[in-house]
């Protein structure tokens, strides 16, 4: 299916070595990662572990329903990082993919408001983003199939 961008299991396993090294390159050192859930969970383990960060918080943001389904705006869901674990802390925020970028928009704002630096890693990045993330893998404007929200759950 050519009208869908496909990153299988193994592919990720590149990606995500790829998108640390572009973290580590440029010299940035987070103190924690933070995975926006649940797109950002399994990219932010790899990422802990390459670029040896053991520091690791969820924040979870509702929006998409469906494919190309969204709610009106992205909701942060309970609970919220505690501010006094990142106060002054640098922070990595990771998510699959920046698509409007409206999700990690309004997890860059609440950061930005405690740590002392934010800067956001994902996977694919898309033209009509509002985000510009500062490490992105590749970009593509086609709907993205990830290895682990391809298949229906088991349940
Ligand atoms: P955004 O707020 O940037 O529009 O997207 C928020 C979330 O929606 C992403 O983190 C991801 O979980 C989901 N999403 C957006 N675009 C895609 C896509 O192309 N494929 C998949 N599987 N999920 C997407």
Sequence with gaps: DVSREVLTWDLFGTASR???TLVADDGYRPDLVLAIARG???PVGA???ALDVKNVA???VE???GVDERLAVPV???PVPEVVDLAGSRVLIVD???DTGRTLEVVYDFCAAHVAEARTAVLYEKPHSVVHCEY???RTDRWINFPWSTQPPVV
């Design 18 to 20: 790829e998108l640390a």
């Design 40 to 42: 950002g969970l399994l």
């Design 47 to 49: 990422l802990a572990y």
């Design 58 to 60: 969820t924040i979870n």
């Design 63 to 65: 929006f998409y329903t």
């Design 76 to 78: 942060m869901l309970p």
């Design 96 to 98: 699959d993919v920046a």
């Design 136 to 138: 992105v893998w590749r």
